[in-house]
């Protein structure tokens, strides 16, 4: 064995044998509990970043532990492999986005397996794969078949830079989630998911998620947005009809003064016809629809609107209340039309001060008298009803069952459930996704692709222009097909599917992964799922882990899946951030460009200035603050990237860089390999052992230590998976050890505890850096592979704190007997002593000449007379 640590050689060894011995591979195995553990597939962009670095490193930890716990683990691994910076490659430089995704694919591949990560590659899918995408297209014609999948014309979210529509989850507060540009609206045909049906499920389900964060569950509750109140009819005033708003405060409905429509509700300009309001109203109507929805709905938006020039009755006050326009109403939710309580709404307030428009008070904070004059904001909290007719002096919440009731009896309305929830649209009109399978026939209609002709694959003869427009409708072998139903001229569908439904049952297909008569084989399906742990990034909290549930009960209905949720427990591991620099000037700068040093101060390469150093941020290229990590494995070996992320934070915490830390975590692989080294020949000629023999007291506490360790790693990563603190624990305990080595005696009684406390070290750190592990495990002369060893359990017997029964004498003479834990000092063991009931007898009142103590037997009081 070498001296020094070369991490290049021993990793290549390991990857190698775990090749050609398939040590990752799985199958169904009923004799074995399973346990499946997943990260989030990675999008083929090119290179892995830190983010996938720790990803991938958390989940590996989990799927090691696991198969050494005794579990049969499926850890798969394949490639989100759909999108647009594939067609965005093509159009820049010329590269088919299909040879461009595999070229990324080939090369990411190949820098996961350098990280000696324990998948079953067998088992590797990418989306992109007709063989994959084609059960999409199955998935599309069972929903098509059910009403869950249809077309309709819509409003859409319009990304103007990604020149296709977006679904609501992936407008993020007003833009593009994937380019950040502002999104715009556009009227088109389009595909949709009745997610919808689906609402109450998702959102009752979620009470079973009780192994995901907090976080997730409540921002897809959110999401959601359940709510319970009324419809209540307000019929128009000289003319025919009535505004139905939806409202859940149905209890301040006394209260409601006017009555708010959005710019895009049905009368909105036909409610302005014949008063004098129609210019302005058609103005107003055309400049908002301008702004996105997001936008218009933000608390902080400056609250707009125009008098219809129209008025309608409150039914429950008689009054004519007059109709505005809003721009913070928004079609997309409830009906397009709100009852306007000024008194119990705070924006519902600044409009009415805005436009004096009548505030009254209908509910009051029980025991004080509240006025319209008096309030600076909204009362939104529970009361007492005021002004309320027949409900006054009710408690606000029974007025709310009471007003439904009520409305009900007169034929004015009814109770109402709504979700903010919107069907998920999936058409996109880009190249590089899953065709839609469906032609359009003149004679016939929309007629589905027959299953039998699936998969509906994607043309080669496709120009990128860039141009705008999807390029399917270019191509001249795609665009036109025989209609399924008459022979007829067709034309086919030319949008694509979101790439979000690719990655919306991926986790089902890793189960069967070749599997060709279904999107996955039922049995195999029932197996494994549901994944046990899921990993991944909080950004998809309610983008793809809503659609994977959506999907997991839509295919459970159709009966494709043996369960209705996907992933039991999920963690979602914080982000990789570093230090930034910047110069006033010239903004961001790599640390490696500057000028200067630590100490004078750091200067801009360009201009000179003094460099100010930046806060602390997500690793981004454009902020110049990433590490690649192929020179990380480059540099220390991927076991000192893998030690580096897991110890440096708890994986849902943000992991802050620090070149310190890669040192720290390499220093210790080192010291660790050279000590096996310097006492290998020695540890080879005994057996270890970690219970039954005997030992002299320092070395007890040593073998405690190494149980109470192994206690602790155990815990650590069940719980949680504090890979932190587990990894500090076995740190600590390899210090502890190697103090065995310090003395020339100690060693020699010490060894076979000592290989002991080794092993257990080794066997503790397999999953954190399984290379170096398994190579130390054979310096120690194991013949059986540590990827066949079990985890280390620790012995209770071990970690009781040892009691030492001490004699005590008066002067010679036995008078009394104490217990004491072994490792106390002597002068706490001499205190006992001289309080115990029976030797105090002996011993008060008389003057003690001095204690005589022989160490682990006796305490000896020495008194006068
Ligand atoms: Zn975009
Ligand atoms: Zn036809
Ligand atoms: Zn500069």
């Keep these: 064995m070498t001296d020094r640590y070369q991490a290049k050689a021993i990793e290549e060894k390991w990857q190698r044998i775990w090749e050609e011995e398939k040590t990752f591979q799985v199958r169904e195995d009923s004799g074995k509990p399973k ?67 595999q070229e990324n694919i080939l090369y990411m591949k190949n820098q996961l397996k350098r990280m000696g990560l324990s998948y079953d590659w067998q088992r590797e899918i990418a989306t992109c794969d007709p063989a994959y995408y084609r059960w999409n297209q199955w998935i599309f014609l069972q929903f098509y078949k059910r009403g869950l999948a249809y077309k309709k014309n819509s409003a859409v979210n319009w990304c103007p830079s990604c020149e296709t529509v977006l679904a609501n989850e992936q407008v993020i507060d007003g833009v593009c989630w994937r380019c950040d540009s502002t999104v715009t609206q556009k009227e088109l045909d389009q595909w949709f998911f009745r997610i ?43 003319r025919e009809g009535a505004l139905k708003v939806f409202t859940t405060r149905q209890d301040t409905v006394y209260g409601a003064t006017f009555v708010s429509i959005a710019v895009e509700h049905s009368s909105a300009l036909a409610l302005s016809q014949g008063t004098g309001q129609e210019r302005v109203v058609k ?48 079609m997309e939710y409830g009906t397009g039309a709100v009852m306007a309580v000024p008194a119990h709404d705070q924006r519902d307030f600044e409009f009415a001060l805005k436009y004096q428009l009548p505030i009254r008070v209908v509910i009051e904070p029980r025991g004080k008298h509240l006025t319209p004059e008096e309030l600076t904001e909204a009362y939104v909290d529970e009361g007492v009803m005021v002004n309320s007719g027949p409900f006054s002096g009710l408690s606000n919440t029974d007025g709310k069952e009471q007003i439904v009731t009520y409305l009900e009896e007169r034929g004015w309305g009814n109770k109402s459930i709504r979700y903010r929830l919107r069907d998920w649209g999936v058409s996109r009109q880009r190249y590089w996704g899953t065709p839609i399978p469906i032609i359009y026939c003149e004679k016939c209609g929309t007629v589905p692709v027959p299953e039998d002709q699936l998969p509906v694959t994607l043309p080669t003869d496709v120009p990128f222009s860039g141009k705008g427009g999807s390029p399917l409708l270019e191509s001249k072998t795609f665009l036109s097909a025989r209609c399924p139903q008459c022979g007829g001229a067709g034309r086919r569908e030319t949008d694509t599917m979101d790439t979000f439904v690719d990655s919306s049952w991926y986790f089902l297909r890793y189960a069967s992964p070749r599997f060709d008569s279904a999107p996955f084989d039922y049995q195999n399906a029932g197996y494994w799922m549901p994944v046990n742990q899921y990993i991944g990034g909080v950004e998809h909290a309610v983008l793809h882990l809503l659609y994977a549930r959506f999907f997991t009960k839509a295919l459970r209905d159709i009966g494709s899946a043996p369960v209705g949720e996907p992933f039991t427990n999920l963690l979602t591991q914080g982000m990789v951030s570093k230090e930034t620099y910047r110069c006033s000037e010239h903004n961001w700068l790599f640390p490696g460009e500057l000028v200067g040093s630590e100490r004078e101060g750091w200067r801009c390469p360009r201009c000179n200035r003094p460099v100010e150093k930046g806060r602390v941020e997500k690793m981004s290229k454009s902020k110049k603050n990433i590490v690649d990590p192929e020179d990380l494995i480059n540099r220390y070996g991927a076991d000192t990237a893998r030690l580096f992320t897991l110890f440096a934070a708890p994986p849902e915490k943000d992991l802050e860089w620090s070149d310190q830390g890669v040192e720290g975590a390499y220093r210790f692989l080192t010291r660790l390999w050279r000590f096996v080294g310097q006492h290998e020949e020695l540890m080879r000629s005994v057996s270890s052992t970690l219970v039954e023999e005997e030992l002299p007291p320092e070395l007890r506490e040593i073998r405690r230590a190494i149980h109470k360790t192994i206690k602790k790693v155990t815990d650590d990563i069940e719980s949680r998976f504090h890979f932190n603190t587990a990894i500090a624990a076995i740190m600590e305990l390899f210090n502890r050890l190697s103090s065995i080595a310090q003395d020339q005696q100690t060693l020699k009684e010490g060894v076979a505890l000592l290989k002991g406390g080794l092993e257990a070290i080794i066997l503790l750190l397999s999953p954190f850096v399984p290379h170096v592990a398994n190579e130390l495990w054979v310096q120690l002369g194991h013949s059986r592979p540590l990827d066949q060893m079990p985890w280390p359990i620790h012995a209770e017997s071990a970690l009781e704190e040892e009691q030492l029964l001490i004699v005590v004498q008066v002067n010679g003479k036995v008078r009394g007997k104490i217990t004491v834990a072994a490792d106390i000092d002597q002068a706490s063991i001499e205190q006992e002593a001289l309080h115990d009931q029976r030797v105090k ?15 682990r037997r006796l305490v000896n009081i020495v008194v006068e007379g």
């Design 35 to 101: 346990y499946y553990v997943l990260e989030m597939f990675p999008y083929p962009s090119g290179r892995i970043h830190m983010g996938h670095v720790r990803n991938y490193s958390i989940g590996d930890v989990v799927a090691r532990y696991k198969g050494m716990r005794g579990y049969n683990v499926l850890h798969p691994m394949g490639w989100d492999a759909f999108g647009l910076p594939a067609e965005n490659a093509a159009i820049e430089r010329g590269i088919h986005p299909e040879a461009w995704t």
């Design 283 to 330: 103005e107003f109507i055309d400049r908002i629809k301008q702004t996105g929805q997001a936008a218009r709905g933000a608390e902080d938006a400056e609250k707009e609107g125009v008098f219809s020039g129209a008025y309608c009755q409150n039914p429950f006050t008689g009054e004519q209340i007059p109709i505005y326009l809003a721009n913070f109403v928004l």
């Design 841 to 855: 007898h002996f011993v008060d009142g008389k003057k003690l000449q001095k204690v005589v103590y022989v160490p």
């Design 196 to 238: 919808t049906d689906y609402a109450e499920q998702l959102l009752a389900d979620l009470e079973t998620l009780t192994g995901w964060p907090d976080k997730v569950v409540t921002m897809q509750r959110n999401w959601i947005g359940k709510s319970v109140g009324a419809e209540i009819l307000f019929p128009l005033i000289g």
